[in-house]
Nanobody, 129 residues
C-alpha cells in the first residue's frame, strides 16, 4: 500500500511563496509517477504538476508554468512543489498522488491523470489579496 502524507500548506499573500511536501517511501518516489493536484471550493479537481523521476520527465498545467516547480527533495524522501508568485486563484486543497500502473502513469504525465492509484489526505493553501 502506498502511503502519501502532505505538509506545508498555509496562508500567504498574493505574490508570496509556499513549498509543499509529500512524504513517501523512497521506492515509491523512485519508481512511480508522482503528481500534485488541487481542488478549489466549487470546482473540479485539477492536475497541477507531475514527475517521473526515473525518466526525468515533468508536466505542468499551463496555469502554473513558470511559477511552480515539482521535484524530489535531496534525501529523496519527499515529493515537493515549490510555488512562487502565488495568485488568489491558486487557493485550493492540494493533494499528492501516485500512479503505479503504466497507463495511469502515462495519463498523469500528459496531464490527464485523474485515475491515479493513491492519494494523500491533502493540505490547504490559501492565497489572499
Amino acid at each position: 500500500e502506498v502511503e502519501l502524507v502532505e505538509s506545508g500548506g498555509g496562508s500567504v499573500q498574493a505574490g508570496g511563496s509556499l513549498r509543499l511536501s509529500c512524504a513517501a517511501e523512497a521506492f515509491t518516489l523512485r519508481n512511480y509517477c508522482m503528481g500534485w493536484f488541487r481542488q478549489a471550493v466549487g470546482k473540479e479537481r485539477e492536475e497541477v504538476a507531475a514527475l517521473y523521476s526515473r525518466q526525468g520527465r515533468t508536466y505542468y498545467a499551463d496555469s502554473v508554468k513558470g511559477r511552480f516547480t515539482i521535484s524530489l527533495d535531496n534525501p529523496k524522501t519527499a515529493l515537493t512543489l515549490q510555488m512562487n508568485s502565488l495568485k488568489t486563484e491558486d487557493t485550493a486543497m492540494y493533494y499528492c498522488a501516485a500512479a503505479i500502473l503504466a497507463r495511469q502513469c502515462d495519463a498523469l504525465m500528459m496531464g490527464a491523470g485523474a485515475s491515479v492509484d493513491a492519494w494523500g489526505q491533502g493540505t490547504l493553501v490559501n492565497v489572499s489579496s
